[in-house]
């Protein structure tokens, strides 16, 4: 087990709804960074947050927010759901930015309908 | 532009049989990590191992071992002796130093190897 821990397990909301999912980091890392995995695919990063501040963002849209807290957990929050945000969502956790190894939880499935 | 291929999207292989995964990337910098993943039908990654681009020395750890040669741009991996417990998709994964267009840390995915061993 890597320590990342992600609630909740399973989630289903409803086109137009908004979705909160968190994310407790590994102890020691301050680094939380986020992936969209559709199914048969490879995780997509959405963005990551250093020591509590954005640090870089994939090609997802403004819908998609985040936050990092003091004690280095995070949150990803989506608004305005819609149908292809259906996926598999992973945080992963490192002990600093570039270079090291992410060690990932076990995911959140967001199903829309 | 970054980019990894994995050509390879599906392997079935019997126990005992070896295999070789292969991972071709891209990518302008000249500081930047490799990383090998194993997703298991329960959906969490698990990091397997992680090489920088100074280091072409081959690795070895039990069953597993990784080839990576800067020439061809390629980070293969190779199990040995394959066992029914290996079944898993497996993804490799690149990681740039300097910052063109994404975060300095994030990775980016291939879209990863779904082997099948079969007892």
């Known amino acids: 087990e890597t320590g990342v821990t992600q609630s909740p397990t399973h989630l289903i909301k409803t086109r137009g709804q908004q979705v909160t999912l968190r994310c407790s980091s590994q102890?020691?890392?301050?680094?939380v960074s986020w992936y969209q995995q559709a199914l048969g695919q490879g995780p997509q990063f959405i963005f990551q947050?250093?020591?509590?501040?954005?640090?870089g963002r994939g090609n997802f849209p403004p819908r998609f927010s985040g936050l990092q807290f003091p004690n280095y957990s995070s949150e990803l929050n989506v608004n305005a759901l819609e149908l292809d945000d259906s996926a598999l969502y992973l945080c992963?956790?490192?002990?600093?930015?570039?270079?090291?190894?992410?060690?990932f939880g076990p995911g959140t499935r967001l199903t829309v309908t | 532009a970054q980019k990894v291929t994995q050509a390879q999207t599906e392997i079935s292989v019997v126990e005992k049989e070896d295999v070789t995964l292969d991972c071709v990337y891209e990518?302008?910098?000249?500081?930047?990590?490799l990383f090998w993943y194993k997703q298991p039908p329960s959906g969490e990654l698990v990091f397997l191992i992680r090489?920088?681009?100074?280091?072409?020395q081959n690795e070895i750890s039990g069953r597993y071992s990784w080839n990576f040669q800067k020439s061809t741009s390629s980070f293969n991996f190779t199990i040995t002796a394959s066992q029914v417990v290996d079944s898993a998709v497996y993804f490799c994964?690149?990681?740039?130093?300097?910052?063109?267009?994404?975060?300095?840390?994030?990775?980016?995915f291939g879209k990863g190897t779904k082997l099948s061993v079969k007892p």
């Open positions: 992963a956790s490192s002990l600093e930015l570039a270079g090291y190894e992410q060690y």
């Open positions: 102890s020691g890392h301050n680094t």
């Open positions: 947050y250093y020591r509590e501040e954005e640090n």
């Open positions: 990518t302008r910098d000249t500081t930047y990590y």
């Open positions: 090489r920088n681009s100074f280091d072409e």
């Open positions: 994964a690149l990681s740039a130093f300097q910052d063109y267009g994404g975060s300095q840390g994030n990775l980016i």
